[in-house]
Each structure stands twice: as structure tokens, then as C-alpha cells.
């Protein structure tokens, strides 16, 4: 990932604003100590009044920071991933995502058709006006069968990119929903298109926090024609 790539992400923004707080931290202390030498006991009160205030920013921009990974400022449309797909046998595919930011990734899908997952997060009226945009993180990526009873029964893919440890802000909202009141709501929004070989599909969320698939003109003319190809 390129730097202004990488600077673009809220958690980013939010990390480097935790590190540059620690740093401000670390300074009061030396300023504190010094005052304490001096015998300034009412400048080193002051020292230390501000390195709480740093402290106490730090560890809520770090912990927002670490909450935020894989979330992405959704503006007027925003790309979310690019699809190409191969297929390997009837109703198995070689699936190879590619981000905006240049990371990939190569995965397996069972089925007749792709379907994508986001997660959209919106803020309340306060942080509206401040103009901060919603956030959205690709949630997950699955196989869908055209037949319900396939659909029920036969072998299902589900590709989840969610954090590891499971903690995020959406993680926390569940748990602590009063923690969060600037938080308007989070919902899940999809979209899928049938699985074509040598298909080429690009996935990309409105503002509205709609997800859009479209396929290019040559998958969509394997889309259309009778026997797919």
C-alpha cells in the first residue's frame, strides 16, 4: 500500500494522531520532571495536567485507531474490490480479489455466482454537520447456487475479512451500544452477479452505502449469452 493510499484509511489517521499524543505525553513528563527539580511545584502541576490530557487522548485515538482497521471513508462512490474469476470445474472457481490500494488476495468459491458483503457504519447529525462520511469495510465473499435446494444443501464457501481477534467497531457497538452514541447506525449491504469464466466484475459502494456490481463488457456479453461463454 502506497503512503497517501495508507493515509486515506481512518485508523491510520487515528494512529498517528495517538503516536504524535504519546509523544506530547513523554514531553510533559521531561518538562514535569524538570519543574519538579526547579521546585516549580505549581508549573509542574501544570506539566502534569497535560500529560494526563495526552495520556488519556492517546489511548482513546489508539483504541479507535485499532477499532477502525479495514474501515475506509466511503465518498460520493467508492471502488471496493475487483473481482476475476476462473472456473476450476462446474461450479468451482478460482477467484482472485484485487483492492484499491493494490493488495490481492486468491480464494476458492463454490456455486453458480459470486456475492459480496459490506459493512456500513453512519454517524449521527453532530458528526454529519463536522462533515465526517460514513465508513464501510468489505465484510465477507461467498458462493451463491441459482438452485434454492443447492443453495440449502450442497458445500458452501464463505470468505470473511473481518479482523482476527474479532475487535472492531462494530464489535464494540454490540457490546457496548451506549459507548457509542455518535454512532447512527451499522447495517450490511450486498450484491452478487453470476460466475463467468475469464470474468471480470468491479464492486463499488454509493453514498447512500449501496453496493454496486458491474461487470465489464466482456463479462457481461458471457452473462448474456445462453450458454455463458
Not at 4 to 23: G, Q
Amino acid at each position: 500500500m502506497n503512503p497517501i493510499e495508507l493515509l486515506r484509511l481512518p485508523a491510520t489517521v487515528l494512529l498517528v494522531l495517538a503516536a504524535i499524543l504519546l509523544l506530547c505525553c513523554l514531553l510533559q513528563l521531561v518538562m514535569l520532571r524538570r519543574r519538579l527539580d526547579a521546585g516549580a511545584r505549581l508549573a509542574a502541576g501544570w506539566h502534569a495536567l497535560l500529560c494526563v490530557a495526552c495520556l488519556v487522548l492517546t489511548m482513546l485515538f489508539g483504541i479507535g485507531g485499532w477499532a477502525l482497521r479495514g474501515y475506509r471513508l466511503l465518498g460520493e462512490e467508492a471502488p471496493v474490490v475487483d473481482i476475476e474469476a476462473h472456473i476450476l470445474s462446474p461450479q468451482r472457481w478460482a477467484v482472485t480479489l484485487s483492492w484499491p490500494d493494490g493488495s490481492t488476495r486468491q480464494l476458492q468459491l463454490a456455486g453458480d455466482d459470486w456475492r459480496v458483503e459490506a459493512v456500513v457504519l453512519k454517524w449521527k447529525l453532530p458528526a454529519l454537520l463536522a462533515g465526517l462520511p460514513p465508513l464501510y469495510r468489505l465484510d465477507r465473499v461467498d458462493g451463491r447456487y441459482d438452485d434454492p435446494v443447492q443453495e440449502a444443501s450442497a458445500p458452501r464457501t464463505v470468505i470473511g475479512f473481518g479482523p482476527a481477534d474479532g475487535f472492531d467497531l462494530l464489535d464494540l457497538r454490540r457490546r457496548y451500544p451506549r459507548a457509542l452514541p455518535m454512532v447512527d447506525a451499522v447495517y450490511g449491504s450486498g450484491a452478487f452477479l453470476p460466475l463467468v469464466d475469464g470474468g471480470h466484475y468491479s464492486v463499488s459502494l454509493s453514498r447512500t452505502g449501496a453496493l454496486v456490481a458491474r461487470p465489464d463488457a466482456a463479462t457481461q456479453r458471457r452473462i448474456s449469452s445462453p450458454l455463458g461463454g
